[in-house]
């Protein structure tokens, strides 16, 4: 078997290291190489942001493509890519835990108003905050999918009120204890009516692509509070921008923008309400991704079903 690593513009020595022993663990014998132009055809690849000359060599051979991370869509555009090649992706693997991590802190930092207390710092300021209360905070978490689920019940669990929403419903007495579920049937307007702070957590998809605009922001409790951890382009900039200045949003901590890295130029680098992280709320843990794309690999040589498949017609 041959598998083909393929880490467009990033860096493949941590897959090279640990991938061979992920798949000698699930009992397979592999030759696995990063992909240079003109390789013989490989079984199965693995990848982010694949090269269309990847694509062109590679892809109408394989049996399939695992995406190192959760999301597809570095995937999904490329020119070249099969209608029936199976794109499946990186499931939690490390991932839910960093998010879950990372939106509590956000979510804290603004509840709690650390920036203010760090600025009356800088100013020898003793001030006195009141106090918070997260009870009644409500925090709406819209893709509630395997990262989306973890971050909503470690919130639940700092005491924070907090909704969901999916494209798909959900068995209310069977969810998450605390959080309460929304779906496409009770539209988007009810999920959003109310909510103090927004996290964003869907995949970029046709459906989500701009889906947050002035708008839909003016929908939530004024002035609420967006964190964005799912795709940049899930945002319209500018609303953004008019969201801040009107004052329908109190701040916003963004992850991850239209173009990565944020070009210098761009406002958000600069803006005061908006902090920027670089698309670091949740890495791909490599030694616990490649033991799970190992696992399914094996499962696909013995002809078995794997979860993580990609659904073209939905993108995700
Ligand atoms: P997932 O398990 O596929 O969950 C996606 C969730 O979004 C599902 O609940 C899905 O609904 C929901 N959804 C899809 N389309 C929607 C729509 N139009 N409106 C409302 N909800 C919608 O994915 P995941 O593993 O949780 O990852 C989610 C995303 O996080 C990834 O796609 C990626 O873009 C992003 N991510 C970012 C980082 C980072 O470092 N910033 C790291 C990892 C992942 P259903 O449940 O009904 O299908
Ligand atoms: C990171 O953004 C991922 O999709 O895993």
Not at 144 to 161: H, I, N, P, R, Y
Not at 203 to 231: C, F, H, K, M
Not at 238 to 262: C, I, M, N
Request: proline residues 5%.
């Amino acid at each position: 078997m041959k598998i083909a690593i393929h880490i467009n513009g990033g860096r493949p020595d941590s897959w090279l290291a640990a991938l061979p022993e992920a798949l000698r663990a699930a009992g397979l014998g592999a030759d696995v190489s990063v992909w240079a132009p003109g390789d013989a055809q490989a079984d199965f690849a693995i990848s982010w942001s694949p090269s269309p000359a990847f694509m062109a060599e590679q892809a109408a051979g394989l049996q399939a493509l695992f995406s190192v991370g959760a999301g597809v869509d570095h995937i999904l555009g490329v020119p070249g890519l099969p209608d029936s090649l199976p794109i499946i992706r990186v499931e939690d693997a490390g991932m839910g835990a960093q998010m879950a991590h990372y939106v509590s802190w956000a979510a804290l930092r603004h509840l709690y108003g650390f920036d203010t207390l760090q600025a009356a710092q800088r100013e020898r300021r003793w001030t006195s905050r009141l106090f918070a209360e997260a009870d009644r905070c409500t925090v709406g978490v819209l893709g509630m999918g395997v990262l989306g689920e973890q971050v909503a019940a470690t919130l639940d669990g700092l005491g924070f009120a907090v909704r969901g929403f999916s494209r798909s419903a959900r068995d209310p007495q069977a969810y998450i204890p605390g959080v309460q579920h929304m779906d496409a049937s009770h539209g988007l307007d009810a999920f959003l009516d109310g909510l103090n702070m927004l996290v964003l957590l869907a995949p970029l998809t046709r459906e989500t692509q701009d889906l947050i605009t002035l708008a839909v922001l003016r929908r939530t409790a004024r002035p609420s509070y967006l964190i964005n951890v799912a795709r940049g382009a899930l945002v319209v900039d500018s609303d953004l921008l008019a969201a801040l200045d009107e004052g329908t949003l109190a701040g916003a901590t963004l992850d991850v923008f239209r173009t990565e890295p944020l070009p210098e130029s761009h406002p958000f680098w600069t803006h005061p309400k908006i902090t920027v992280t670089p698309h670091i709320s949740a890495k791909t843990v490599v030694s616990t991704s490649a033991t799970q794309i190992a696992g399914k690999i094996a499962a696909l040589t013995r002809g078995e079903a794997v979860s993580g498949v990609v659904d073209r017609s939905r993108g995700y």
